[in-house]
């Protein structure tokens, strides 16, 4: 029997809890911005690694799998968008970038990388904090859901994998989520501000957005020359799925 005064006996770790814990990378050149950044997100429960460069980054991002990385853009020698052609060959998690540069150019160059977001320097903690929650509560969805299928497209949940005419095909979490909405309602029109509204959440963004996501899914799903797209344009309106092209 252990007597009054003794330590308490070491309680196992809590391996759910654990498991359940979210990491992120920060790859970040800028030494005080990355630990403020750590500090602040791992006050908030998460794990947390960081990198110095773009190569110590896809080093950290090979070693350790995060769910989200937040990614500067100016960095010396391999810099964010050189980082993100490479990192996106092997991963899909969503990417927010941190960056100086404000101009429509440098955020659509992001996108078409797979960027999911960007937040622009300064940035409050808050904000950074909402965005990040955003794309990873999208990533987590309620449960199991049915496989959703249109034409020659067929989309799981579960496993977020897609298959076009059989092939599957690697998707960003922003075009998960675009293609997912178009195939649930197969030959709605969506416009733009509604599927920016599903992307961003808390976040603000530019139209602009829409489409680059869409010409990005475009460019993965729409194998064929000459064949009819499978995502179409509805012009002055926006975008719709349809599930028998040629039609």
């Not at 965005?131 to 579960?158: F, I």
């Not at 075009?175 to 309602?185: D, Q, T």
């Amino acid at each position: 029997m252990r007597e009054s005064g003794d330590d308490p006996a070491p309680q196992p770790p809590d391996l759910d809890r654990e498991q359940d814990v979210k990491t992120i990378l920060i790859v970040e050149d800028h030494a005080a911005v990355r630990d403020l950044v750590r500090e602040y997100l791992e006050e908030h429960g998460y794990r947390v690694r960081v990198a110095g460069s773009g190569q110590e980054g896809l080093l950290e991002a090979r070693h350790h799998r995060p769910d989200l990385v937040l990614l500067d853009v100016m960095m010396p020698g391999m810099d964010g968008l050189e980082f993100l052609r490479r990192f996106r060959m092997a991963e899909h998690v969503p990417v927010i970038f941190l960056t100086a540069r404000d101009t429509e150019l440098d955020k659509v160059l992001g996108l078409e990388l797979g960027a999911d977001d960007y937040v622009t320097k300064p940035f409050s903690m808050a904000e950074l904090l909402a965005r990040v929650r955003a794309h990873l509560r999208r990533g987590e969805g309620p449960g199991p859901a049915a496989v959703l299928r249109a034409g020659e497209a067929e989309l799981d949940p579960a496993s977020r994998t897609l298959r076009v005419r059989g092939n599957r095909v690697d998707l960003t979490r922003s075009e998960f989520e675009l293609m997912s909405a178009f195939l649930r309602a197969p030959g709605r029109v969506y416009t733009r501000p509604e599927l920016l509204e599903r992307l961003q959440e808390e976040a603000s963004g530019s139209e602009r957005t829409i489409d680059v996501h869409v010409r990005n899914l475009r460019a993965k799903i729409e194998q064929e020359p000459g064949r009819p797209q499978l995502i179409e344009t509805v012009f002055g309106v926006g975008y719709r799925l349809n599930p028998d092209p040629g039609t």
